[in-house]
């Protein structure tokens, strides 16, 4: 037999199997983008090496042989291996490992966020999650992170951004508050009232009762904000004493609402609204910060059902 470099033979059998499922040379020769003289030289060369014919010719059609025919089940089976193993090697370098750095706003990822963490780690054992709570504005370049929330238009412009959701802002308190100090009723009254607000920085948003004054007048209620916080969290819980008065959003104090601990202190009011995107740097891309990046969006789809 005649020798022949394997690479060549791997082509001409290739070229083979082409003609036996197209049926004819021409067709052959046309989705291989290759001369039609080419395709029958190749099948010729095959049949030389192997010693025996793959196929009848006539000037109309060609009918291959059961030996072709073997030989088309055998390579056809051989390239479904390859092709398996291919995708497979492929799926190994995609194999979600690693580290990833995020931040995430504590108040809307105490609901939304980390109450799955645990599963999501759990389907993928060879991930790590380095995870910042953070409120203020971050730089991702500098500080190296890989994803982060925010609620704010990032001053970088070679960052990747994705819109996620928003909220709306309100007051609660307890019925215990209303009890001791009273119904807040009219927005003019909160001076009278010991109500806890964001510090400026904390959401990148302004206070609810600023957005609520510009929306009604001019009513100026910073000297009502004694106690001011970074986090809604904090609000809620001094709040929870029943002898103040917190901004907040409807997902920090929905567990609260519904089983009647606190109330939305005029609701049809609302203090505007946080909205809330997920950036990262473009060229921190890899498996692993792609399925990340996917979890958060996921966990943030729940905000438009809220």
């Given at each position: 037999?005649?020798?022949?470099?394997?690479?060549?033979?791997?082509?001409?059998?290739?070229?083979?199997?082409?003609?036996?499922?197209?049926?004819?040379?021409?067709?052959?020769?046309?989705?291989?983008?290759?001369?039609?003289?080419?395709?029958?030289?190749?099948?010729?060369?095959?049949?030389?090496?192997?010693?025996?014919?793959?196929?009848?010719?006539?000037?109309?059609?060609?009918?291959?042989?059961?030996?072709?025919?073997?030989?088309?089940?055998?390579?056809?089976?051989?390239?479904?291996?390859?092709?398996?193993?291919?995708?497979?090697?492929?799926?190994?370098?995609?194999?979600?490992?690693?580290?990833?750095?995020?931040?995430?706003?504590?108040?809307?990822?105490?609901?939304?966020?980390?109450?799955?963490?645990?599963?999501?780690?759990?389907?993928?054992?060879?991930?790590?999650?380095?995870?910042?709570?953070?409120?203020?504005?971050?730089?991702?370049?500098k500080e190296k992170f890989d994803l982060a929330v925010v609620n704010?238009?990032?001053?970088?412009?070679?960052?990747?951004?994705?819109?996620?959701?928003?909220?709306?802002?309100?007051?609660?308190?307890?019925?215990?508050?209303?009890?001791?100090?009273?119904?807040?009723?009219?927005?003019?009254?909160?001076?009278?009232?010991?109500?806890?607000?964001?510090?400026?920085?904390?959401?990148?948003?302004?206070?609810?009762?600023?957005?609520?004054?510009?929306?009604?007048?001019?009513?100026?209620?910073?000297?009502?904000?004694?106690?001011?916080?970074?986090?809604?969290?904090?609000?809620?819980?001094?709040?929870?004493?029943?002898?103040?008065?917190?901004?907040?959003?409807?997902?920090?104090?929905?567990?609260?609402?519904?089983?009647?601990?606190?109330?939305?202190?005029?609701?049809?009011?609302?203090?505007?609204?946080?909205?809330?995107?997920?950036?990262?740097?473009?060229?921190?891309?890899?498996?692993?910060?792609?399925?990340?990046?996917?979890?958060?969006?996921?966990?943030?789809?729940?905000?438009?059902?809220?």
């Amino acid at each position: 037999m005649q020798q022949f470099d394997l690479a060549n033979l791997y082509v001409e059998a290739s070229v083979f199997c082409a003609v036996v499922e197209c049926g004819s040379f021409t067709k052959a020769s046309i989705k291989l983008g290759i001369a039609q003289s080419t395709v029958s030289n190749k099948v010729q060369a095959l049949e030389t090496y192997l010693g025996y014919a793959l196929m009848t010719r006539s000037t109309r059609n060609i009918k291959i042989t059961a030996l072709g025919l073997k030989l088309y089940d055998f390579v056809t089976n051989q390239q479904k291996l390859f092709n398996e193993y291919i995708q497979l090697q492929q799926t190994k370098k995609e194999t979600i490992h690693g580290k990833v750095k995020l931040v995430l706003p504590e108040v809307v990822s105490y609901n939304l966020v980390t109450p799955y963490i645990g599963e999501f780690l759990q389907e993928h054992p060879d991930l790590e999650l380095e995870i910042y709570y953070q409120h203020t504005e971050l730089n991702l370049f500098k500080e190296k992170f890989d994803l982060a929330v925010v609620n704010h238009m990032p001053k970088q412009q070679t960052i990747k951004l994705k819109y996620l959701g928003k909220q709306q802002l309100f007051l609660y308190c307890t019925k215990e508050y209303i009890s001791r100090y009273g119904l807040l009723t009219d927005l003019k009254d909160l001076a009278n009232h010991l109500y806890t607000g964001p510090i400026n920085h904390s959401y990148n948003a302004k206070k609810p009762v600023d957005f609520i004054s510009q929306n009604h007048g001019d009513l100026s209620v910073e000297n009502a904000t004694r106690i001011k916080v970074t986090s809604m969290l904090s609000a809620k819980q001094l709040a929870m004493s029943g002898h103040a008065i917190a901004g907040g959003t409807d997902l920090v104090f929905a567990d609260e609402i519904n089983n009647g601990t606190f109330i939305k202190l005029i609701p049809e009011i609302s203090g505007g609204e946080i909205s809330y995107y997920l950036i990262r740097v473009p060229q921190h891309d890899n498996a692993a910060i792609r399925c990340v990046a996917e979890f958060i969006e996921n966990c943030f789809a729940k905000l438009r059902k809220i």
